[in-house]
Nanobody
Framework: QVQLVESGGGLVQPGGSLRLSCAAS????????MAWYRQAPGQQRELVAG??????NYADSAKGRFTISMDNAKNTVYLQMNSLQPEDTGVYYC???????????????WGQGTQVTVSS
């Protein structure tokens, strides 16, 4: 059984920073992609940033302010968020495409979400 466990959310003032972490645990053969999505109140979940074999991609709103990185040895992805603004508020979900041993396909997993609130 694979689990994604997020941490690092909280309340921060505009202009502040937060670092989110997401650790994948369980029987893992290979992780193809890890990413962060955000869901603001009343809105659809949207991609914030992703990383695949070291290559990264970002939503336009995250470029220049957020950095996604991965520690392959720990199966952990990080999202460093700087210059946070109120519009960054939402629940941040970790997403991963993982292959488990003896199964010849990848499956999508989601974390439980962590709340990020940017407010003065």
């Amino acid at each position: 059984q694979v689990q994604l466990v997020e941490s690092g959310g909280g309340l921060v003032q505009p202009g502040g920073s937060l670092r989110l972490s997401c650790a994948a645990s369980g029987s893992i053969f290979r992780i193809a992609t890890m990413a962060w999505y955000r869901q603001a109140p009343g809105q659809q979940r949207e991609l914030v940033a992703g990383i695949t074999d070291g290559s990264t991609n970002y939503a336009d709103s995250a470029k220049g302010r957020f950095t996604i990185s991965m520690d392959n040895a720990k199966n952990t992805v990080y999202l460093q968020m700087n210059s946070l603004q109120p519009e960054d508020t939402g629940v941040y979900y970790c997403h991963a495409s993982i292959r488990v041993p003896l199964v010849d396909r990848y499956r999508i997993y989601w974390g439980q979400g962590t709340q990020v609130t940017v407010s003065s």
